[in-house]
């Protein structure tokens, strides 16, 4: 995703003149070297300094700029989180934070580098649009969509390789993403890389005889909301499925949705508990040992749906 | 003196009975602060290549206020210079107005950058100062913050950015009045020697008394190949006696009585 993501920014630097700087808090080593080396003009290393960091982004789209703020974890979206409100949103510049590593993209790091608050977090932020790409084409479609825009934003990158969701090219950016068609009791809901999991539930249900749509949220915020509330009308029971904690997240975003327009609809929420999790163990590892995998979640729907 | 100099002082005297009356009829907290920073902002202002009428002016000087809550102290300047008329002070803090106690960009023209959580505004200005530096432009980048408000982390990792990157079109000024919310900034959290730190972070460091025009000015128009700081020695309060040197007017506002006592010692 990180490379798809790059690539799309140099292309609208080269293709489209635009006007793009990108800063990083001192990650990315063997990413950005060639980026640095054609465009230095359009790259900064403000060292390990990320409140500073987003200062001189709100500072350089001050001036017009369009700025990626780069680094890992929860350290551009956590550890700048004031800079993040007061300076790039209430004064609505363009500036998008880049993050790598959602959910447990960093799991044998430990928790300091478990970025599974942020969707919450994130999310709460007026004028604010998040974004959770789920393959490398959701990547550069959103990618060319927060360009397109002149607004704050966050980008939130998964750190490994996920399973391409379709293997038709995408046009343009849509959101929701809706798979299957439409019209069964059971919609999966899921954002992110975790998707892939999503998508390996609904061939498990499908083939259980239990028929399953899922829909794929790629912004909670730049949304066709008609769309999404047609699917959840349409459903008896919604599955949302997220690698961040269960309290603010996607469920949450979907359970405020069903509630505030009165939608008659059974909603299961699944994601990280209120805790911290001290083990170690790569992605694929935490989200089994947290039960977010699709063999765990296929086991828990299928005693539901019986 | 100088014309500048005759026009920094009436500039000051006009600002700070501005303030005063603000922050009574306002009854918001920061007159001391407002008082301390006065002459310092008035002598920036006066130095800055702007245009009231066109706030948006493309080759405008800059200027940040980092120590938001002297707000009071930004809207008086921008109205005696022109940018809007001096009968909206009177929105200050009030309901329903956009003149927030901590400045706001949002309908006062001229504020650059809506600032309160200290922090913040040295990060900023910094990034200014880049863009237009490797655009190739000349406009200069002023900001303004205080003492205490050094305690802030983000400011170290301004000041070591603006270093590395050589924005000698930066100059920062501290408001260094040696009180903070509670007591004074050494009993605190010691800043001194605050001219040695701040030097060895690559900055070229000038100290000043914050209420001596002429200083100020020379300070400001010192020519440097490095960004610039000016320590701005200064009282809390400055210029109404029972103000001076108190924690209590950083939250005090003053009754109608201690209005016009303050407005007979600012003529």
Same mark, same amino acid.
């Given at each position: 995703?990180?490379?798809?993501?790059?690539?799309?920014?140099?292309?609208?630097?080269?293709?489209?003149?635009?006007?793009?700087?990108?800063?990083?808090?001192?990650?990315?080593?063997?990413?950005?070297?060639?980026?640095?080396?054609?465009?230095?003009?359009?790259?900064?290393?403000?060292?390990?300094?990320?409140?500073?960091?987003?200062?001189?982004?709100?500072?350089?789209?001050?001036?017009?700029?369009?700025?990626?703020?780069?680094?890992?974890?929860?350290?551009?979206?956590?550890?700048?989180?004031?800079?993040?409100?007061?300076?790039?949103?209430?004064?609505?510049?363009?500036?998008?934070?880049?993050?790598?590593?959602?959910?447990?993209?960093?799991?044998?790091?430990?928790?300091?580098?478990?970025?599974?608050?942020?969707?919450?977090?994130?999310?709460?932020?007026?004028?604010?649009?998040?974004?959770?790409?789920?393959?490398?084409?959701?990547?550069?479609?959103?990618?060319?969509?927060?360009?397109?825009?002149?607004?704050?934003?966050?980008?939130?990158?998964?750190?490994?390789?996920?399973?391409?969701?379709?293997?038709?090219?995408?046009?343009?950016?849509?959101?929701?993403?809706?798979?299957?068609?439409?019209?069964?009791?059971?919609?999966?809901?899921?954002?992110?890389?975790?998707?892939?999991?999503?998508?390996?539930?609904?061939?498990?249900?499908?083939?259980?005889?239990?028929?399953?749509?899922?829909?794929?949220?790629?912004?909670?915020?730049?949304?066709?909301?008609?769309?999404?509330?047609?699917?959840?009308?349409?459903?008896?029971?919604?599955?949302?499925?997220?690698?961040?904690?269960?309290?603010?997240?996607?469920?949450?975003?979907?359970?405020?949705?069903?509630?505030?327009?009165?939608?008659?609809?059974?909603?299961?929420?699944?994601?990280?508990?209120?805790?911290?999790?001290?083990?170690?163990?790569?992605?694929?590892?935490?989200?089994?040992?947290?039960?977010?995998?699709?063999?765990?979640?296929?086991?828990?729907?299928?005693?539901?749906?019986? | 003196?100088?014309?500048?100099?005759?026009?920094?002082?009436?500039?000051?005297?006009?600002?700070?009975?501005?303030?005063?009356?603000?922050?009574?009829?306002?009854?918001?907290?920061?007159?001391?602060?407002?008082?301390?920073?006065?002459?310092?902002?008035?002598?920036?202002?006066?130095?800055?290549?702007?245009?009231?009428?066109?706030?948006?002016?493309?080759?405008?000087?800059?200027?940040?206020?980092?120590?938001?809550?002297?707000?009071?102290?930004?809207?008086?300047?921008?109205?005696?210079?022109?940018?809007?008329?001096?009968?909206?002070?009177?929105?200050?803090?009030?309901?329903?107005?956009?003149?927030?106690?901590?400045?706001?960009?949002?309908?006062?023209?001229?504020?650059?950058?809506?600032?309160?959580?200290?922090?913040?505004?040295?990060?900023?200005?910094?990034?200014?100062?880049?863009?237009?530096?490797?655009?190739?432009?000349?406009?200069?980048?002023?900001?303004?913050?205080?003492?205490?408000?050094?305690?802030?982390?983000?400011? !170290?990792?301004? $000041?070591?950015?603006?270093? #590395?990157?050589?924005?000698?079109? =930066? /100059? %920062? @000024?501290?408001?260094?009045?040696?009180?903070?919310?509670?007591?004074?900034?050494?009993?605190?959290?010691?800043?001194?020697?605050?001219?040695?730190?701040?030097?060895?972070?690559? !900055?070229?460091? $000038?100290?000043?008394?914050? #209420?001596?025009?002429?200083?100020? =000015? /020379? %300070? @400001?128009?010192?020519?440097?190949?490095?960004?610039?700081?000016?320590?701005?020695?200064?009282?809390?309060?400055?210029?109404?006696?029972?103000?001076?040197?108190?924690?209590?007017?950083?939250?005090?506002?003053?009754?109608?009585?201690?209005?016009?006592?303050?407005?007979?010692?600012?003529?």
């Amino acid at each position: 995703m990180r490379s798809n993501w790059l690539e799309n920014v140099e292309n609208a630097i080269t293709f489209e003149s635009k006007d793009i700087v990108i800063i990083t808090a001192d990650l990315g080593y063997g990413v950005f070297e060639k980026f640095e080396k054609n465009f230095p003009k359009n790259f900064i290393n403000c060292g390990v300094s990320e409140q500073n960091m987003v200062g001189i982004a709100a500072g350089l789209a001050l001036r017009g700029k369009k700025v990626f703020c780069y680094s890992i974890g929860n350290f551009p979206t956590l550890r700048c989180l004031e800079q993040i409100r007061n300076d790039v949103c209430y004064h609505n510049l363009d500036v998008c934070v880049v993050t790598v590593g959602a959910g447990f993209g960093y799991g044998q790091l430990g928790m300091s580098h478990h970025a599974t608050e942020d969707l919450s977090i994130m999310r709460c932020i007026p004028n604010l649009s998040c974004y959770m790409p789920y393959d490398t084409q959701s990547t550069a479609m959103i990618t060319k969509r927060i360009i397109s825009l002149q607004k704050p934003s966050y980008l939130r990158l998964e750190r490994s390789c996920v399973d391409e969701v379709s293997s038709t090219e995408l046009q343009s950016f849509e959101n929701p993403v809706l798979l299957g068609k439409g019209g069964c009791k059971t919609l999966i809901l899921s954002c992110g890389g975790i998707t892939e999991e999503a998508v390996r539930l609904q061939h498990k249900l499908n083939a259980a005889g239990t028929k399953t749509n899922l829909m794929i949220i790629q912004s909670f915020e730049d949304c066709n909301f008609k769309d999404v509330l047609t699917a959840f009308a349409q459903s008896e029971r919604i599955v949302s499925i997220e690698e961040n904690v269960v309290v603010g997240g996607l469920g949450a975003w979907a359970s405020e949705l069903i509630t505030r327009n009165g939608i008659n609809v059974r909603m299961f929420t699944y994601g990280l508990n209120d805790t911290f999790t001290s083990l170690v163990g790569d992605q694929r590892y935490l989200r089994k040992e947290c039960g977010i995998d699709s063999e765990t979640l296929f086991a828990e729907l299928m005693m539901e749906v019986r | 003196m100088t014309k500048t100099e005759a026009n920094v002082i009436e500039l000051s005297k006009s600002v700070r009975r501005h303030v005063v009356k603000m922050c009574h009829d306002g009854k918001s907290s920061h007159v001391g602060s407002c008082l301390s920073v006065t002459d310092i902002v008035a002598c920036v202002y006066s130095v800055m290549n702007i245009e009231p009428s066109n706030p948006y002016w493309s080759e405008r000087d800059f200027f940040i206020l980092s120590k938001g809550h002297a707000g009071a102290v930004v809207y008086s300047v921008l109205a005696e210079l022109g940018y809007f008329p001096s009968e909206r002070l009177k929105e200050h803090y009030q309901n329903g107005s956009t003149m927030s106690g901590h400045v706001s960009h949002v309908n006062n023209p001229g504020v650059e950058f809506s600032t309160g959580s200290l922090g913040h505004g040295l990060s900023v200005s910094a990034g200014i100062a880049h863009s237009t530096k490797t655009d190739g432009l000349e406009n200069k980048v002023y900001c303004v913050l205080s003492d205490g408000e050094m305690g802030e982390g983000s400011n !170290w990792e301004a $000041l070591l950015f603006a270093a #590395h990157h050589n924005l000698d079109n =930066l /100059t %920062a @000024l501290v408001d260094r009045n040696n009180l903070q919310s509670i007591k004074g900034t050494e009993e605190t959290l010691a800043l001194e020697p605050l001219a040695r730190k701040i030097g060895a972070f690559g !900055w070229k460091v $000038l100290t000043v008394d914050g #209420h001596n025009h002429e200083e100020i =000015l /020379t %300070a @400001l128009n010192t020519k440097v190949l490095c960004p610039k700081m000016i320590l701005c020695k200064t009282t809390k309060g400055k210029g109404v006696s029972f103000m001076e040197g108190s924690v209590k007017w950083h939250y005090a506002s003053p009754d109608a009585k201690e209005l016009a006592t303050a407005l007979d010692e600012l003529i």
